[in-house]
């Protein structure tokens, strides 16, 4: 694998990293209909994912990720393009690479890697093997393209992240990888935030960082980062939040996330110890450009409690989450005074 590590280069001369917003949700504004898939505007619509990442570049972002979190074979099969994973994958990152290399800064491409849809056996019929190929089919690509760093993420299964990470090993390219914990604080597959750094424990490679993205709302992934920042204190924690929290109105889905509101939750994300923050779905270029002016001009304050959190960007909307993470320090509080 290459020891290329362009993330803590930057990190080295930044110290926090703003990655990119939502990809999806901007998209739907720029024309995107119900049901097609994104990564086809790589080949139909270049422009489009071409003006998507100037305007996060314009508004700051320093890591971009490439249009092509669906682009495994198994969910290009849904749109019969499973036969086009390398050309899509390569087409993706190289619209990134060249929004990038002519930002006059250094901005890192990413290449966005989703779950692939299946379920690993003894749940479903994809074996890990089966899963690793496919995901080593698109990093290809990726790293053909020019992407610097396989992005996994919105990930519920450790078994398909370290599939994922293994992929990334075999193609010679650096990783990352962030889980959702959008049921119960948990990922739907029942890991804990906490534990996210152990999911590759044993691989030849260890990732760049690693964290959350995406989830139920600004406020529960914050809950989540401060666990996971707890568990390992030192470590490179990616925060990727949804922009509020989304509301149906009418057919469409709106999210309730103000800039205002995005820039605080980078405050607190940056105080309770996450080194790359970006957002997820909902988060628009003016959202980002926001974040940017409050990242620049913030410095690292107290680690904040639960509290502070819900106080200051809302209720958290996992209310089992809520009652695990007070418990969880009302027990860190016992500890601490020597009674449990």
Not at 4 to 32: H, R, S, W, Y
Not at 79 to 100: G, M, P, Y
Not at 115 to 140: C, K, N, R
Not at 183 to 209: C, F, Y
């Amino acid at each position: 694998m290459t020891t290329t590590n362009p993330i803590d280069a930057l990190l080295a001369e930044k110290g926090v990293l703003l990655a990119d917003g939502a990809t999806g949700t901007n998209l739907f504004a720029m024309g995107l209909e119900a049901g097609e898939a994104p990564e086809l505007l790589n080949e139909t619509a270049p422009d489009t994912i071409t003006s998507l990442h100037q305007n996060f570049v314009d508004a700051g972002a320093d890591i971009i990720l490439t249009n092509s979190f669906g682009g495994t074979r198994h969910r290009l099969k849904l749109h019969h393009a499973q036969d086009r994973v390398h050309a899509l994958n390569k087409r993706a990152a190289e619209i990134a690479r060249a929004v990038a290399d002519k930002a006059g800064r250094k901005v890192i491409v990413a290449g966005s890697v989703g779950p692939t849809g299946e379920l690993l056996v003894p749940l479903g019929a994809m074996t890990y093997d089966e899963a690793v190929d496919a995901f080593a089919e698109q990093i290809e690509g990726l790293k053909a393209g020019g992407a610097e760093v396989a992005w996994i993420e919105t990930m519920s299964a450790p078994d398909e992240i370290r599939a994922a990470a293994q992929a990334a090993i075999r193609v010679g390219l650096p990783y990352t990888y962030t889980g959702s914990f959008d049921t119960a604080g948990r990922t739907m597959m029942g890991l804990l935030p906490k534990d996210i750094h152990g999911v590759v424990d044993g691989l030849s490679e260890a990732p760049l960082g690693v964290g959350a993205n995406c989830g139920v709302g600004a406020s529960d992934i914050l809950a989540s980062l401060l666990d996971m920042t707890e568990a390992k204190p030192r470590a490179t924690v990616i925060v990727k939040g949804n922009c509020g929290i989304p509301e149906f109105r009418g057919t469409e889905i709106h999210y309730s996330g103000t800039p205002e509101l995005m820039a605080d939750y980078v405050r607190l994300a940056v105080d309770a110890g996450a080194k790359i923050v970006g957002g997820c779905c909902g988060t628009s270029f003016q959202h980002l450009a926001a974040m940017r002016k409050a990242l620049d001009a913030h410095t690292k304050a107290s680690r904040p409690t639960i509290e502070t959190i819900v106080e200051r960007i809302g209720p958290m909307r996992n209310k089992v989450a809520t009652e695990n993470t007070a418990e969880t320090s009302e027990a860190r509080r016992e500890r601490r005074r020597g009674r449990a």
